[in-house]
């Protein structure tokens, strides 16, 4: 069954439909860079939390990692300073992870971003 992959952009980060998102799954990973604060004060969900400190981890987590859903919020200025083939091997492999495996992710890149926005883009 093919997943769903969706990448989003907001100016800030949406806690209603992050809720919403944590709530859609029973498990779920929840991930995170710097320059995003969440007060997870009152919410109860089985979702495993981590921080991302850099696109290569990011990239071994999502290719490492079991198929729960992937919920990951991104700051601007943090892809904005990636390499463009990290994010162009990001992208793919988010792409075929969501294909193949059937796991469902959502990149949300919160701030203003341009310059990466083709590539974020998926195709299906």
Same mark, same amino acid.
């Given at each position: 069954?093919?997943?769903?992959?969706?990448?989003?952009?907001?100016? %800030?980060?949406?806690?209603?439909? #992050? %809720?919403?998102?944590?709530? !859609?799954?029973?498990?779920?990973?929840?991930?995170? $860079? =710097?320059? +995003?604060?969440?007060?997870?004060?009152?919410?109860?969900?089985?979702? %495993?939390?981590?921080?991302?400190?850099?696109?290569?981890?990011? !990239?071994?987590? #999502?290719?490492?990692?079991?198929?729960?859903?992937?919920?990951?919020?991104?700051?601007?200025?943090?892809?904005?300073?990636?390499?463009?083939?990290?994010?162009?091997?990001? $992208?793919?492999?988010?792409?075929? %992870?969501? @294909?193949?495996?059937?796991? =469902?992710? @959502?990149?949300?890149?919160?701030?203003?971003?341009?310059?990466?926005?083709? +590539?974020?883009?998926?195709?299906?």
């Amino acid at each position: 069954m093919i997943g769903h992959l969706e990448v989003f952009q907001t100016p %800030k980060i949406d806690e209603n439909r #992050l %809720k919403d998102l944590l709530e !859609k799954y029973y498990s779920s990973h929840f991930l995170i $860079s =710097d320059g +995003i604060m969440i007060d997870f004060r009152g919410w109860n969900f089985n979702t %495993k939390i981590q921080r991302i400190l850099t696109v290569y981890q990011l !990239k071994r987590i #999502l290719m490492e990692a079991d198929d729960m859903p992937f919920i990951i919020s991104v700051a601007a200025e943090i892809v904005n300073s990636w390499p463009v083939k990290d994010i162009v091997s990001l $992208s793919e492999i988010m792409q075929i %992870k969501s @294909y193949y495996r059937g796991c =469902d992710i @959502y990149f949300n890149v919160v701030g203003n971003y341009n310059f990466y926005n083709f +590539i974020l883009r998926p195709v299906r």
